[in-house]
């Protein structure tokens, strides 16, 4: 996007230099852009939304669809369909509410949000790391770990919104973006967006307050919304690292936290209408542990929280029941990408001996589930006298738990085989925290 060509300059006197874009929608229509939205849609997976029309049906016409959607920006006929409502449970309880929009919504969305992010990227708070290019969770624990270690800012207030992707003003969106965006025909778009609706079943629900978690344009004006919050906690002097709305504000004593608490109250409820839930709000101090995106940040390590290791292993458990009746090959193909994931994330932390552990105790459970398959001792037996092991052998109980621990089992299925099978062995993963590339950023 060469800015240039339809940007002018404001100034004020208290923030930094920016450009006001006055002529955007004009770089939406073109099918190019559209298809590299379509692609990032794709690779993004997802449902059908209320047309039930898949990613794979939208493909199948992919020409004439991009052909139509361009008409319709076109000649301003382009209107959104309502969201589909997704209820997901949350682990601890509850649930979250989603809002799927169309394939051809998603991909207008992603369009519009590629135009969008360059925009509003440059006017961002350094410390806020959700959803934008180049930066990651990895960054937001990195950041919040050289506050306290570093900097000493050992005194944390830990805030929890409620709701908040469903509780952002309209009126406030467009007022947040209209600061940067002028352009008329953006703007109503976003806001046709905004006030498509929610269809609950076969019924349509207005909507008149939020972004649909699932929209995805969603993350950009959530991020838009709340930069007015990260600059004005910043004008204050205060210390934050912001995760999308997980909120970190990070002080040198008990008193700063508490005024800072009571005054990120006032932005977060007076000026943007949010609600901060006071029951999950708190001050903490590092030496007590901050809980923060999955992890445990003390004063002199990071730890993966109890309750994501939890998830994690009942997770396993299902995968590695003994009654399966899979392969082994086949429950090692399904373990290895939530194997994968797991140890990227939390190779952040100090969890190489919670890996170790895993990975032994992950180990007994797949030389449980091979046991069952064999059956008989005789298998076990045979499986042996194949790797040079001499008769005779004890016979024992082929669905037995404690078995599955025992000198001829682990003989018979040494780890070196579990290699040999491709699982993903976690004990490999170096862990422990290593300051990231942005971990050098400026005070802020």
């Known amino acids: 996007m060469k800015k240039k060509h339809f940007a002018s300059t404001q100034r004020t006197t208290q923030e930094k230099k920016y450009r006001v874009y006055y002529s955007v929608y004009g770089h939406l229509l073109s099918k ?7 692609k990032k849609v794709w690779k993004a997976k997802g449902a059908a939304g209320i047309d039930k029309q898949s990613l794979s049906d939208f493909a199948s016409k992919l020409s004439d669809e991009l052909d139509q959607l361009l008409l319709e920006l076109k000649t301003k006929q382009y209107k959104p369909h309502p969201v589909r409502r997704v209820e997901i449970p949350k682990a601890e309880g509850g649930v979250r509410l989603l809002g799927i929009p169309t394939v051809r919504d998603r991909v207008v969305q992603q369009t519009l949000t590629d135009l969008l992010t360059p925009i509003f990227e440059e006017q961002f708070h350094p410390s806020s790391f959700g959803y934008r290019p180049k930066r990651s969770c990895h960054d937001a624990i990195n950041k919040a770990t050289m506050f306290m270690r570093r900097y000493s800012l050992n005194h944390v207030v830990d805030m929890d919104l409620s709701k908040c992707f469903d509780r952002l003003d309209h009126g406030l ?17 976003i806001e046709q967006f905004l006030k498509s609706g929610v269809m609950v079943g076969t019924d349509w629900q207005e909507t008149e307050q939020g972004s649909p978690q699932g929209g995805v344009i969603s993350p950009l004006i959530a991020n838009v919304y709340l930069d007015e ?8 002097g205060h210390r934050i690292v912001r995760y999308a709305d997980d909120i970190l504000i990070l002080c040198r004593s008990r008193v700063g936290a508490e005024n800072a608490r009571a005054q990120a109250t006032i932005i977060l409820e007076k000026q943007l209408k949010l609600k901060v839930n006071e029951e999950k709000t708190h001050l903490t101090h590092s030496r007590e542990g901050v809980k923060f995106l999955g992890v445990e940040i003390g004063n002199r390590y990071t730890r993966i929280q109890t309750k994501k290791l939890d998830l994690f292993k009942q997770r396993l458990k299902q995968l ?19 194997l994968r994931g797991f140890s990227q994330y939390f ?44 008769p005779p052998f004890k016979h024992i109980s082929m669905t037995s ?12 299925m040494p780890n070196k085989w579990f290699d040999e099978l491709r ?3 976690l004990e490999e ?10 971990a050098e950023w400026k005070f802020a």
């Open 32 to 38: 190019e852009r559209l298809y590299k939205g379509f």
């Open 423 to 425: 699982l993903v062995n």
């Open 347 to 390: 190779r952040i932390a100090n969890a190489s001996g919670e890996f170790k552990r895993i990975a032994q105790w992950l180990r007994r459970r797949l030389r449980s589930v091979q046991l069952k398959l064999w059956k008989k001792p005789k298998r076990l037996h045979r499986r042996l006298k194949q790797l040079s092991y001499k």
């Open 173 to 189: 969106i467009l007022k947040s973006l209209r600061k940067r965006i002028t352009d008329g025909s953006v703007l109503k778009l």
């Open 401 to 412: 738990w404690r078995n599955a621990a025992s000198p001829l089992t682990s003989h018979a």
């Open 320 to 338: 590695t029941k003994r009654n399966g009746g899979k392969p082994l090959s086949e429950v090692i193909k399904q373990l290895n990408p939530l």
């Open 229 to 236: 919050f990260d600059q004005q906690m910043r004008q204050r």
């Open 429 to 438: 993963v170096k862990t422990g925290y290593v300051f990231s590339v942005h």
